[in-house]
């Protein structure tokens, strides 16, 4: 029955219609909503044994009511029946998505979170809490709210391994990988849109080789010759042109929101080393934070604050030109009180391109300070590996 309610956005099936007026008292949609993901986590093994784990489990679009307020459905059942249809509505249109998207929410070192009690965990804040270039950018400088953003959240690591950690996506443990190509597969099967995931690896300058690792996704076919499509399909050059990161300090230190700077705005392809991996089914953008000195000292810096720091991030791709206005976010992400420790491990052996190259992650934060007076901006022009996969080398 879910599945025919869910095959059309547009209109409410009979058997919708059935399912809302056949809700028994003290069964909300919510409630079902919540019943049915519990059945999906566990046709795929995924433990979510408590209620607060249970709600964190669900597709972002379903948390509009907090965790408590959930728990105690089976006694207050007096929602307003136009609350029930926004609830069962939200439900639908993520229930394609739920089986394979709800268990990557729901794993991962960090929890999923609230945006607003976001206490050691993660989320993704609306795009309107960033501000991007207007449609009068160009003449007048004047910006405007981020907006709906192009791609949905799905997923969120915090990982740690003996070398820097490159292509996650091609990782054969790699859980978002894993899970990608079981929905690929599934859409094949069932002659649906196929799913096309972006994984954003800023690798952080620390002794353990941290990772923060953001994944998005869309169903949706970039419109032909638009700044999205030129972006993805373009030359290394190109991106590093256009790819832009948002940074704002939501809570933290003085030291540390003065180094980063209020609405921080990075070109990253200019400032750091981007390395892109793209294939029919996803976009990896690998960012080598060391590669920069400032930025090296920047995050060394804040990385001793982690624990207590709570931070939002947008990217963007950079409309330049007045037909690539105004900018749209691609997605967002908060992270808040990371734990170094709490990190999952990789095991990934350096790549081929790592062993030509010495490990520069890693310098004390006197010896960036002071090692020298020209910062040296790395960029990757390398447009003849603008599509190239590079597989885990594995010891035997």
């Known amino acids: 029955m879910l ?15 059935f399912l809302i007026s056949s809700l028994k008292p003290g069964r909300s949609l919510v409630h079902l909503a919540i019943h049915t993901q519990l059945q999906v986590l566990a046709s795929r093994r995924v433990s979510c044994l408590d209620s607060s784990n249970c709600y964190h489990a669900l597709p972002h679009t379903y948390v509009s009511r907090s965790p408590s307020s959930l728990r105690h459905t089976r006694t207050h059942t007096h929602t ?20 394979w998207i709800g268990s990557l929410k729901c794993g991962g070192a960090v929890p999923l979170r609230e945006v607003d009690g976001c206490a050691n965990g993660w989320s993704s804040p609306s795009g309107d809490i960033f501000q ?7 003449e007048s400088k004047t910006k405007t709210k981020g907006g709906e953003c192009l791609l949905k959240p799905i997923a969120f690591d915090w990982i740690k391994c003996s070398n820097k950690i490159f ?32 994984a954003i690896n800023l690798q952080v300058p620390s002794k353990e080789n941290h990772s923060l690792i953001f994944y998005y996704v869309t169903y949706e076919q970039p419109q032909k010759d638009s700044l999205l499509q030129r972006f993805l399909d373009g030359s290394n050059s190109f991106r590093n042109s256009r790819f832009k990161l948002l940074a704002n300090v939501v809570q933290g230190p003085w030291v ?14 200019k400032a750091v080393t981007c390395t892109y991996t793209r294939t029919d089914h996803f976009m ?71 062993k030509m190259r ?29 599509h190239e996969v590079e597989d885990f080398v594995h010891s035997h």
């Not at 609830?87 to 089986?99: G, T, V, Y």
């Not at 929905?183 to 096309?196: D, G, H, S």
């Open 3 to 17: 599945s025919h309610a869910c095959a059309s956005h547009s209109c409410m099936s009979e058997e919708a219609l």
């Open 80 to 99: 307003h029946k136009s609350q029930r249809f926004v609830f069962f509505i939200l439900a639908m249109e993520d229930a394609r998505e739920s089986a």
């Open 132 to 138: 991007v270039r207007g449609p009068n950018y160009l």
């Open 167 to 198: 292509n996650v996506m091609q990782h054969p443990d790699g859980r978002v990988r894993a899970a990608l190509d079981g929905a690929l597969k599934e859409a094949e099967k069932k002659q649906e849109r196929k799913p096309f995931v972006w």
């Open 256 to 269: 540390v929101k003065t180094a980063v700077g209020e609405r921080a705005v990075c070109l990253l392809g």
């Open 284 to 354: 990896e953008i690998d960012v080598d934070i060391g590669a920069s000195i400032m930025a090296n000292a920047i995050v060394h810096l804040a990385f001793g604050y982690v624990t207590s720091l709570i931070v939002d991030l947008a990217f963007v791709i950079e409309g330049q030109v007045q037909n690539e206005l105004p900018e749209k976010i691609l997605g967002t992400i908060r992270f808040a009180n990371l734990d170094p420790a709490a990190a999952s491990i990789l095991d990934v052996p350096l790549s081929s391109r790592d």
């Open 358 to 386: 010495p490990n520069k992650l890693w310098r004390s934060f006197s010896n960036l300070l002071h090692g020298g007076h020209n910062e040296s901006v790395a960029n990757v022009e390398e447009d003849e590996r603008s």
